[in-house]
């Protein structure tokens, strides 16, 4: 698949956004640090908050909005031959399993094919949803080198049970496959008797090559823009309103740099939508525009790495009266939404979680919506 501009932009979105993969094992030293810091992170959600899973490979998150424009532009990937659930592993024994000698990965293979269970790990949130279906073909020898380089060994016991892994199946030549189980909860990964630990690891390894793969046959001309819906209500939360953000995501990123947006923009959705009498929010405007997808993305990158959850966030007096949203396509067709309180309780919100008020994405919404009255 070729670009019109022979590929140049998108040779300059890979490089600042897929740095180029390192040696493996300094690359799998690298994000086992990330891993072990994120994990007491992830200790803070609900066990079921975090299944990711790898077998046909895909993510899986729900959108809210059925005005998303998809008859045209990037396919997004589908449940294919995905199990309905991830597999479960038994846990509350204290102590993570052994391991049978062996590698992990047999080395050959020609494909990788992972299941993505949503929510999506960086999301926080539970959205019903199917798996995706994600193939990789770029660099499948490095991902078997990634695999067979994870420690053998790990003191952390493994308390959490429930669902909470996936399946990562390897395809070779002569139409062989084998499958490897990943627990996210407890941070094994396992081929029948065969064990590694930091799952975390595994994960990045995919989709880093993944994201590599996607942006290297993007056409962000191609992608469609997403609409708003008419109007939001009153949530179950202050600043919380229905009905809950969309969210069309497949691509983890939190590997990658901490960032909330798995790849670059192409075009950009602003909605605005101002209170009235009977206590909704109508939309009243809705503007789209390719050429502010960079500026956008920097204020919203910016932005979120100030979340604090949802708890600073709730307690608010009064019901704002403008309620301004940015609907976010990247070069991959994934869409994501912000939502920014723009007078009372000021709050921009990603997903469910809040974020202090920014003039950066301010500025972004003044300019294509106008100030708020």
């Not at 086992?32 to 046909?56: E, S």
């Not at 019903?128 to 660099?139: C, I």
């Amino acid at each position: 698949m070729t670009h019109p501009d022979g590929g140049r932009d998108i040779g300059t979105l890979l490089k600042t956004l897929v740095p180029e993969l390192a040696a493996p094992p300094d690359r799998l030293a690298a994000v086992g640090r990330r891993v072990r810091r994120r994990r007491l992170r992830a200790g803070l959600l609900a066990a079921g908050c975090v299944a990711v899973v790898l077998l046909g490979g895909a993510v899986a998150v729900a959108t809210a909005h059925p005005d998303t424009n998809e008859t045209a532009g990037p396919q997004r990937p589908v449940a294919g031959d995905c199990p309905a659930m991830p597999p479960r592993f038994e846990s509350g024994n204290g102590a993570l399993p052994s391991t049978a000698p062996g590698d992990l990965a047999p080395p050959g293979a020609v494909r990788a094919v992972l299941c993505r269970y949503n929510p999506v790990p960086e999301l926080h949130v539970e959205r019903p949803g199917p798996p995706r279906r994600l193939v990789l073909t770029r660099d499948v020898a490095g991902l078997i080198t990634a695999l067979n380089g994870l420690p053998a060994n790990d003191m952390d016991p493994c308390f959490q049970g429930g669902y909470g892994g996936g399946y990562l199946t390897l395809e070779y030549r002569d139409g062989t496959k084998t499958t490897v189980e990943l627990a996210t909860a407890c941070g094994f990964v396992r081929r029948d008797a065969i064990t590694r630990y930091q799952s975390g690891d595994a994960v990045e390894a995919f989709d880093a090559r993944f994201t590599a793969q996607e942006l290297a046959v993007a056409r962000p001309a191609d992608v469609p823009a997403a609409g708003c819906i008419q109007r939001l209500t009153s949530g179950p939360a202050d600043g919380r309103y229905s009905p809950d953000p969309a969210s069309d995501v497949w691509m983890y990123t939190y590997g990658q740099d901490h960032r909330y947006l798995p790849a670059p923009l192409a075009v950009v959705t602003a909605c605005r939508y101002v209170r009235g009498p009977d206590g909704s929010w109508d939309r009243t405007s809705q503007v789209t525009d390719r050429g502010v997808a960079r500026d956008t993305a920097t204020a919203v990158e910016e932005a979120a790495r100030t979340a604090a959850g949802e708890i600073p966030y709730m307690g608010c007096s009064s019901q704002p009266k403008t309620v301004d949203v940015l609907m976010l396509r990247d070069v991959v067709g994934e869409t994501r939404e912000v939502r920014v309180t723009r007078d009372t309780c000021a709050v921009v919100t990603f997903d469910f979680d809040g974020a202090p008020p920014s003039p950066a994405l301010d500025r972004v919404l003044d300019g294509l919506l106008g100030r708020p009255t």
